[in-house]
């Protein structure tokens, strides 16, 4: 297992996959993660698809701009649409725990928010009063992309108050 710092310094959003299944343990390691992200007041508003069918996911694929590899898996996350407001932020949190979860276990991941919801919504069968949060595609990477670069906590951190920057040295 990777340990959680460095597993949050190097997951990357995976978009080339091998041609190369991944295992039901695997996949139900990755839902219980996912199951375990902290949820406002523990409602748990969350439904998992986990979709493997080759022909449902290049469906999925087709109404959804934001999905660019043949991935051999995904999870979509939804929440019935009188939980949206709330539930959203615990799809996130769940979407998360998926992302690290994956990496974890040398499978790639990337968080998608480009799909038509609607028709991904009848792909899955799922009813008018579901709303899809997140698709999260998964797979064996066929190769990891360069760490993007990131801000200086000094350009995104305040202390105590608005404007007061951080000028605590950068962690390494």
Request: positive net charge.
């Amino acid at each position: 297992m990777v340990e959680v710092l460095e597993a949050i310094r190097t997951r990357r959003s995976v978009r080339s996959f091998k041609d190369e299944k991944i295992s039901d343990q695997n996949a139900a390691k990755i839902l219980e993660a996912a199951r375990w992200a902290p949820s406002a007041g523990n409602k748990q508003p969350w439904t998992f698809i986990y979709v493997k069918d080759p022909q449902v996911l290049r469906m999925i694929k087709n109404c959804s701009p934001g999905f660019y590899a043949d991935a051999t898996a995904a999870i979509v996350i939804g929440v019935d649409k009188k939980d949206e407001q709330r539930g959203t932020l615990d799809a996130c949190f769940a979407a998360e725990n998926i992302l690290l979860a994956a990496h974890a276990l040398g499978i790639g991941s990337c968080a998608i928010v480009s799909f038509n919801s609607d028709p991904v919504r009848e792909i899955v069968n799922a009813p008018e009063t579901w709303q899809p949060i997140l698709v999260v595609s998964l797979g064996y990477p066929d190769k990891f992309p360069s760490p993007p670069s990131k801000r200086k906590l000094s350009e995104i951190v305040c202390v105590n108050f608005y404007g007061k920057k951080w000028q605590t040295s950068e962690v390494s």
